[in-house]
């Protein structure tokens, strides 16, 4: 009896605690309107990864590949994204080597956008590109 009262715990807790934990994460989706054919990279930055996002993409999980259909967008979703602050960088990979492309200044040397438009010749700054994610989050539109 005490075994079968014990796994009735052990359930009823672990099912609690999964409950919690799936409470932290949340879904991002929307779209990235483009005309061309080349793969589009959608990338979700954290503070962390966007101080290096020249240099390197974030880690699986927070980078898809996405290309266009035939009504020009591509659609993308963030699965079981932890709630904090984040920045959506979308670039078109044009030469096809898998990474963003700058020049010597840090200017893209291929088409790029953020979710948060940016004044023309600025470069990406965190703290006015961020947004709070703290529940599923739908419909960002980049063109």
């Not at 609690?16 to 793969?39: L, M, P, Y």
């Not at 993409?57 to 927070?62: Q, T, Y």
Request: charge should be neutral; hydrophobic fraction near 40%; glycine fraction near 6%.
């Amino acid at each position: 009896m005490r075994r079968i009262v014990f796994a009735f715990t052990l359930a009823i807790a672990l099912s609690i605690i999964s409950t919690i934990f799936a409470q932290d994460k949340c879904t991002v989706t929307g779209e990235v309107v483009f005309s061309g054919d080349s793969n589009i990279y959608v990338c979700l930055h954290t503070s962390k990864t966007f101080a290096t996002f020249k240099k390197e993409l974030p880690p699986p999980g927070f980078v898809q590949i996405v290309k266009a259909n035939a009504s020009r967008k591509a659609p993308f979703a963030f699965m079981d994204v932890p709630k904090g602050e984040y920045l959506v960088h979308v670039f078109v990979d044009e030469n096809k080597n898998g990474k963003f492309d700058c020049d010597g200044w840090g200017y893209a040397l291929e088409p790029s956008l953020m979710y948060k438009p940016l004044a023309y010749g600025v470069h990406p700054n965190w703290y006015e590109q961020k947004f709070e994610v703290n529940e599923d989050l739908s419909g960002i539109v980049l063109k």
